[in-house]
């Protein structure tokens, strides 16, 4: 696996050797103490330093966090879809994407706690400039995607990361877990960029697509916040489209937006996994000999499956019902629960003009737009 260096996440050999080099750096400290309040800085530094894997980590120091994360900021995390999945099976599971580190990290939250196999996540390296926080996803199990780079560069370095996925899934008995579209979905309209599936299909040396992606068990994810944690920091991208404008990224923004949706208020969180893509791909085999003709036909398969299985929150019925001037879904929420989310609203964009608040109203009724495209909503 060395050819794999530059973007493999760490061996269980390396774990032990890191943690040392880690185990008094603040970041750690800051979530350690988070995560364990009741401990002093010597207890978890000794059991820290006992850690010789990437899963003992995860469970007995991610895991933790993440439930202090689910307490501490949520009304609670639900799940639907989980019993499909077959114990010590590996799948990859192609998600919508809201939250740079939660999306993925309470997927596994929810893969430990009911005994299936955990998943290895891609993540940008732009959200690890900082050395320390690139060693810590890398004991989370997170490989890296690189971003920027030339297209000949570029096209090197999707092929490395496709045959790393295959690598993982198909002989390291490893999930995968990656977004479908690069960078988290700003408006509510979650949509599959069909770069992502033309990436993973890099690794096929049979020169058959779709049966190189039933081996590799793809799975659509829905992952659903009642409140985006960190909804109002993606307006001025919004903003910047409408304007035709090039958005630049103020210094350290990612790392702001990693924190605020760690300790943003979430209120209800939803994952439902869907089913394979199987019976699907045959259909579309069928139908399309054209192999671009294939990959849009799969990208829709996964956004029918990721659009149907969101779970719709109150938030988003009163949002559609603002932005459509209608009471339309007036019987799925509370006189209680509008005045919150107009709180939130205002407090959010305080000042800011109408066409902030416009955008920000969409990116919560926009799912709603797109579930009212299969059909009525009870």
Not at 137 to 160: M, T, V, Y
Not at 179 to 195: L, P, S
Not at 256 to 274: A, C, E, M, N
């Amino acid at each position: 696996m060395s050819k794999y260096d530059s973007i493999r996440f760490f061996y269980d050999s390396e774990v032990n050797p890191i943690l040392k080099q880690v185990v008094h750096h603040p970041i750690l400290k800051a979530m350690m103490n988070y995560t364990f309040p009741d401990m002093t800085d010597e207890q978890w530094k000794a059991q820290l330093l006992r850690t010789h894997s990437i899963r003992d980590f995860q469970a007995n120091f991610i895991y933790h966090a993440l439930q202090q994360v689910i307490k501490n900021t949520s009304e609670g995390l639900s799940t639907s879809g989980f019993e499909k999945l077959q114990p010590n099976t590996p799948y990859l599971f192609i998600s919508n994407h809201r939250d740079i580190i939660l999306d993925t990290s309470l997927l596994n939250v929810c893969l430990l706690e009911k005994g299936l196999v955990m998943t290895a996540s891609a993540i940008g390296d732009n959200l690890l400039k900082k050395q320390s926080l690139e060693l810590i996803a890398k004991l989370n199990r997170n490989f890296i995607i690189k971003r920027g780079l030339p297209p000949r560069e570029l096209l090197l370095s999707s092929k490395l990361v496709s045959e790393y996925i295959e690598k993982l899934l198909v002989h390291k008995n490893c999930s995968v877990w990656i977004a479908q579209r690069e960078g988290r979905t700003k408006d509510g309209n979650d949509a599959t960029h069909q770069g992502v599936l033309k990436m993973i299909a890099m690794a096929d040396t049979q020169g058959n697509v779709l049966e190189y992606f039933k081996k590799l068990k793809i799975v659509p994810v829905s992952i659903s916040y009642e409140y985006d944690p960190s909804d109002s920091l993606k307006i001025p991208r919004l903003l910047a489209q409408a304007r035709n404008e090039a958005y630049i990224k103020a210094k350290n923004e990612d790392f702001v937006t990693i924190l605020s949706g760690l300790i943003g208020q979430k209120k209800h969180i939803h994952i439902h996994v869907g089913d394979v893509l199987d019976a699907e791909l045959d259909a579309i085999a069928a139908e399309f000999p054209q192999a671009n003709k294939q990959i849009q036909a799969v990208a829709a398969a996964i956004d029918d499956q990721i659009l149907q299985n969101y779970k719709l929150w109150p938030t988003n019925f009163v949002a559609y019902d603002i932005v459509h001037q209608t009471n339309t879904f007036a019987h799925l929420y509370t006189e209680k629960d509008k005045q919150l989310f107009k709180r939130r609203l205002e407090m959010q964009l305080m000042g800011e003009n109408e066409h902030l608040k416009q955008q920000f109203l969409n990116m919560y009724s926009n799912p709603v737009v797109n579930r009212l495209k299969y059909g009525s909503i009870e």
